[in-house]
Structure formats: structure tokens, C-alpha cells
């Protein structure tokens, strides 16, 4: 600390004195304070080392330095300025796209129900012309069919032919077949009389 002795403590306290000044005056309200305590503390601890060292500051006491104020009321609110000129109208493009997007991010935009349009008219048209059948030439002949070479059921042949009498006023032909059947033909005749 010899080179502290030998400086001249008159110096050291301006010094001190214009920094915290400067601190005051330079310094946000809350970091204000903050540094101005800081820079008051340090003022202290220099006059108690010049004191310890047998130097006498001329400057007053840390304790006789001034409190800093309390802040000072919030001033009046100033003037409005002046309305600034209109702006220009949107364009379609930039109105289309406000609403694409607002219409994207709320759902789907859906417009308020026209009115019904007016009933429409049934115009039935002339009737057509009837329309011709047109009848076309017959084809020609298609190829004979080749002969089966498969046996034809047997035929049945008529083994008689007799006249009966299915009611008063009626008779018929009989036609017996070999097989055991028979076919009646109403016509006139007259019947076999019965042995």
C-alpha cells in the first residue's frame, strides 16, 4: 500500500465523487439505484482506508452524502397526433386471399340461402313421324343337315279304324295304333254295331 500513502486522498475522493455523480444522473430508475448504492458503499470503504492510513479526507462523510430522491410523478399524457391520410382500398386478389385464408383456418365459408328460382317451363315437342317396317328380302337357303347316326325311336302305324259314338248327337273316327293307343276324330259316321 505504499503507493496508495503517497497518492493524494483529496484526488481519490473527487475521483469517487464525479463517478457516483455520474452514476446518478446516467443510470435507469432501478439500475440507477443499484449502482448509486454500489458507488456508496465504495465511497465508504475509501474514506476508511484513508483513515487507516492516516489521511484525512476533506470531503464529507458516506454518511452525510444526500439520499437520492424518490421518483418523480408520471407526467401528462401529450397531445394525439395527427390522423395520417387513408390508405388505399384493398384489391380482389388481396381480398380473395384474407378470405381463402380465413375460410382455411374457421372451417368452410358458406354463403347466406338465395331465393328459389322461378318454376321452369315443360315444353313438350311435336310428335314424330311413325316409323316405317321395312321388311328385308328372305335369306338364302342354309345347307341341308347332315343325316343322324343315331336310330329314330320306332314308329307306331295304325293297326284300325272304327267308328264310335261319344254321345247322342255325336261320333267319331278311332284311330287304334300298335302300341295300344288310340285317337278319336269327330266326324260323321256310323258306328259298328256291337256283336
Not at 315443360?122 to 328372305?138: A, H, M, R, Y
Not at 341341308?144 to 343315331?150: E, V
Not at 302305324?157 to 254321345?167: K, P, Q, W
Amino acid at each position: 500500500m505504499r503507493w496508495f500513502k503517497k497518492f493524494d486522498g483529496r484526488h481519490v475522493i473527487t475521483v469517487l465523487l464525479i463517478l457516483a455523480t455520474a452514476g446518478v444522473i446516467t443510470a435507469g430508475f432501478v439500475a440507477q439505484t443499484y449502482q448509486y448504492d454500489n458507488l456508496l458503499s465504495l465511497y465508504a470503504k475509501s474514506q476508511a482506508q484513508l483513515n487507516a492510513n492516516g489521511i484525512t479526507p476533506t470531503t464529507p462523510s458516506a454518511g452525510q452524502v444526500a439520499e437520492q430522491g424518490a421518483a418523480g410523478a408520471k407526467g401528462s399524457q401529450g397531445d394525439t397526433g395527427k390522423t395520417g391520410a387513408a390508405g388505399r382500398p384493398p384489391t380482389s386478389a388481396e381480398i380473395y386471399a384474407q378470405l381463402t385464408a380465413y375460410c382455411t383456418a374457421h372451417g368452410d365459408c358458406i354463403g347466406a340461402h338465395g331465393q328459389d328460382g322461378a318454376p321452369g317451363l315443360s315444353v313438350k315437342g311435336d310428335t314424330g313421324d311413325t316409323g316405317q317396317s321395312i321388311k328385308g328380302d328372305p335369306g338364302a337357303p342354309g345347307p341341308a343337315g347332315a343325316d343322324s347316326t343315331t336310330p329314330g325311336p320306332a314308329g307306331k302305324g295304325i293297326t284300325s279304324v272304327t267308328c264310335i259314338r261319344i254321345d247322342v248327337l255325336t261320333t267319331a273316327y278311332r284311330f287304334t295304333f300298335t302300341d295300344g293307343t288310340f285317337n278319336d276324330v269327330t266326324g260323321n259316321c256310323t258306328p259298328t254295331p256291337t256283336p
